[in-house]
């Protein structure tokens, strides 16, 4: 739009309606004056993704009120009023002009609440207000249908006027967002919006198609929502519909995931908030995610998207230790070949992880002095007895204490007839950055090209992860 302005010659008509802009809106003051209300402070919050952030605190004036100001104005969206005990009281809408008063009263806040300085203020309280009332007629009509009988005729009579009731409500939200549609509330409004499922077609064999109503509302889930507009970032309901969209309406292989992330991130169309919100929270939720597999997520959004300009607000120090993160995890994903080690077995002989010849290789990092390997050790003994030719598997177990006489000893106490090396008598580089080995006991497993096909299950994991890949049922 600048663009085109400055090339049209309207350059001085920008700078005017600029400067307009700013001197029109210099800052915020909201008042709050709820009758039966009267903590010495209350607080002015935000909402952001998931999350919630105190943005200002006012303490109780002579009249009863809290007034919150500030310099410059806040980033329009939803906020909500609380107590001192951080408890709730309601929500509201800053949207253009921020200098309004909210009164109501404690008592009945969803009927009283009102902001005549504020026209969204004002449509989104009539809102509120509007479905408290048909919620009260809802919850009478509800509670009539379970004294009625499923033969009785006023059974009927009944859930139809629920469904009119439903009707009316869809009605009324939809005549504000056509009557308003500018308003924040009608965005808010629109973005709540259900996707509608037309009836689903046949297939030519003439059966109903039975997949067609998720694959609808999977490829039009996102219509009612713009994710390139950042006020919806500031609401309590666009984290619970990205969570949604992931977790019930994507198949749960990182490879699906990756392809939903990334139509996530294009949908913003680099709008700088929601970039964030999705950054941040994708980068927390698959960088310490516990699913196998799933760090392969991380590593993605690293390589994909830390370069980019829109990553100038994380902290440097926080973005490069995450990058050297992904750095460690990228040779360690699913599928890649594993690190080689040559280790000195108890007779002081290398021993190559890669020239071992079985179908399926098990590394079991373990220590002598660690109380969870005293426990898996013994699992894994006799698993591998029972299946070493079960499932033509080997076990190259690392010992992660320097002491030879400390592995010798724990090796014949619990009857470990595999492949034993010490980490720490090696021709290869550090084993512990090599495989992220930080703690014990800690398991990967390696088909015979050496390819990583699972990691960080213990014993009983991968033996069901074997049943599952093999076909084969695992000796117990």
């Known amino acids: 739009m600048n663009k085109q302005l400055v090339a049209a010659g309207l350059t001085f008509l920008l700078l005017f309606a600029c400067v307009q802009k700013s001197t029109a809106q210099k800052g915020y003051k909201i008042t709050v004056r709820i009758e039966g209300f009267a903590d010495s402070l209350a607080l002015l919050a935000s909402y952001n993704g998931d999350k919630q952030f105190v943005v200002d605190t006012a303490l109780i004036s002579t009249r009863q009120s809290y007034i919150f100001t500030g310099n410059k104005p806040l980033p329009e969206g939803m906020y909500f009023i609380a107590g001192a005990d951080k408890s709730k009281l309601f929500d509201f809408i800053v949207s253009g002009k921020q200098d309004f008063t909210i009164t109501g009263k404690r008592s009945n806040l969803q009927n009283t609440l009102s902001a005549p300085g504020s026209e969204d203020n004002t449509l989104f309280f009539g809102y509120v207000k509007y479905l408290a009332d048909k919620q009260k007629e809802q919850s009478a009509l509800l509670a009539r249908r379970k004294t009625l009988s499923a033969f009785m005729d006023s059974l009927a009579v009944v859930e139809n006027q629920i469904n009119l009731l439903n009707d009316e409500v869809k009605w009324h939200i939809s005549g504000i967002i056509y009557q308003h549609p500018e308003s924040f509330t009608a965005l808010f409004l629109k973005s709540m ?262 990691k960080r299950l213990l014993t009983a994991g991968m033996s069901d992860f074997l049943e599952k890949f093999t076909g084969k049922n695992a000796i117990k």
């Open 193 to 454: 919006e259900e996707v509608t499922i037309p009836e689903a077609p046949l297939l030519p064999d003439g059966k109903t198609d039975s997949t067609f109503a998720f694959r609808y509302y999977k490829a039009h889930f996102w219509n009612n929502l713009n994710l390139a507009d950042d006020r919806l970032v500031r609401t309590p309901f666009l984290h619970s519909k990205v969570e949604l969209y992931l977790n019930k309406l994507t198949i749960p292989a990182p490879d699906s995931l990756v392809a939903a992330i990334d139509y996530l991130f294009k949908m913003t169309q680099g709008n700088a908030e929601s970039f964030k919100y999705l950054m941040w929270y994708l980068t927390i939720r698959f960088e310490s995610s516990e699913i196998m597999g799933y760090d392969a997520i991380f590593v993605h959004l690293v390589d994909t998207y830390y370069n980019g300009p829109n990553m100038e607000w994380m902290n440097p120090t926080v973005k490069q230790n995450l990058e050297k993160r992904a750095k460690t995890l990228k040779p360690l994903l699913i599928g890649k070949q594993a690190p080689e080690m040559i280790l000195l077995d108890t007779l002081r002989m290398p021993r190559s992880l890669t020239e071992i010849a079985a179908k399926y290789t098990l590394i079991y990092f373990w220590d002598p002095d660690c109380g969870h390997c005293k426990k898996e050790t013994p699992v894994l003994v006799d698993f591998y007895n029972k299946n070493k030719l079960n499932f033509d598997v080997e076990v190259y177990a690392v010992c992660m204490d320097t002491s030879f006489t400390n592995m010798k000893a724990y090796i014949i106490s619990n009857k470990m007839n595999f492949i034993n090396v010490n980490g720490f008598y090696s021709v290869t580089p550090d084993f512990r950055e090599l495989y992220d080995v930080h703690s014990s006991p800690v398991m990967y497993l390696l088909d015979k090209n050496k390819k990583i096909i699972a």
